[in-house]
């Protein structure tokens, strides 16, 4: 709804929802669009470009001479193809794939970019894309799956002859039977160390503290598949839990992150991950005299 130009409108929705006013100036001019944000403004003399697509969702194209173009629009300051930005290709894999900024010669969709005219805002505005020199040669595209799978003469991608972006294997079954039925079956034994797991604890420590999400840790809470298990002597916990609330009390507070600590570490050595026991690491943070720590579990 355009709030200035139908006030009277946007006064009977505003009561319906509750709204009193709008006396917050920015409110009202985001409703009527005269809020200005950072990409709103530019230089007065900056340069804008403007991006020519393809009409066709699959086709070939060459781009003729851009020099009587130049010539009729003044204004005109350059033409970007993809010869200028040759390369575009980024990411953390081995095989990092190229992604064109502009088509070189072939379309694969409609709407791709070919040409970036660059240049002052009334000449590249003024340009009709039937000045624009291309040839364009139009060709079938594949619109279904099972034609662009037949289609291995003309791939999308060189780096897929198959058409195929990406290949999976999912095998379900009776694994016991698989194995009994196999030809051959190798085994290995040995000795192996226990597994070592690594978990964030809260200030509450881990079994009988709260996780972050508000679990409470127990003997059955697991990590992953692996079961938690305390052997921790309540009689024990409850006399950290007493000697460092009184010395909080007398030290008002000061005491309280050595004990938090003390009980944090006593519940982390008494805590098991399929027989892994846990060892408590623990840093202090400013707010409160909190704590924060990281157990590692190691067989």
């Not at 340069?47 to 009587?68: C, M, N, Q, V, Y």
Request: glycine share 10%.
């Amino acid at each position: 709804m355009d709030a200035s130009r139908q006030p009277e409108r946007f006064a009977r929705c505003a009561k319906a929802l509750g709204i009193s006013s709008l006396r917050n100036a920015s409110r009202s001019r985001k409703l009527t669009g005269a809020e200005r944000y950072g990409a709103d403004q530019w230089p007065a003399d900056a340069l804008w470009l403007r991006t020519i697509r393809s009409p066709h969702a699959k086709a070939r194209f060459e781009i003729g001479d851009l020099a009587p173009l130049f010539a009729r629009h003044p204004g005109l300051v350059d033409a970007i193809t993809a010869r200028d930005v040759p390369v575009n290709g980024f990411g953390i894999f081995p095989d990092v794939k190229d992604q064109p900024v502009l088509a070189d010669g072939r379309v694969r969709f409609r709407g791709e970019a070919v040409l970036c005219l660059v240049g002052e805002q009334r000449a590249v505005s003024a340009i009709a894309e039937a000045e624009v020199p291309i040839r364009w040669s139009p060709e079938t595209p594949q619109t279904e799956i099972d034609d662009a799978l037949a289609s291995v003469a003309d791939p999308l991608h060189a780096a897929n002859p198959d058409n195929v972006l990406i290949r999976g294997r999912v095998v379900k079954g009776d694994v016991d039977a698989a194995l009994a039925a196999a030809a051959f079956v190798a085994c290995a034994a040995g000795a192996f160390a226990g597994p070592t797991y690594t978990i964030y604890a809260t200030r509450e420590g881990l079994v009988g503290g709260t996780t972050a999400n508000g679990h409470v840790i127990t003997n059955n809470s697991r990590y992953g598949t692996a079961r938690f298990a305390y052997d921790g002597p309540d009689g024990e916990a409850w006399r950290i839990s007493i000697v460092g609330f009184l010395l909080s009390l007398v030290t008002f507070g000061i005491y309280y992150p050595w004990y938090a600590a003390q009980l944090a570490r006593f519940r982390a050595a008494h805590t098991t991950i399929q027989g892994a026991r846990g060892r408590l690491t623990l840093n202090a943070y400013g707010e409160a005299g909190g704590i924060d720590g990281a157990a590692a579990f190691s067989g």
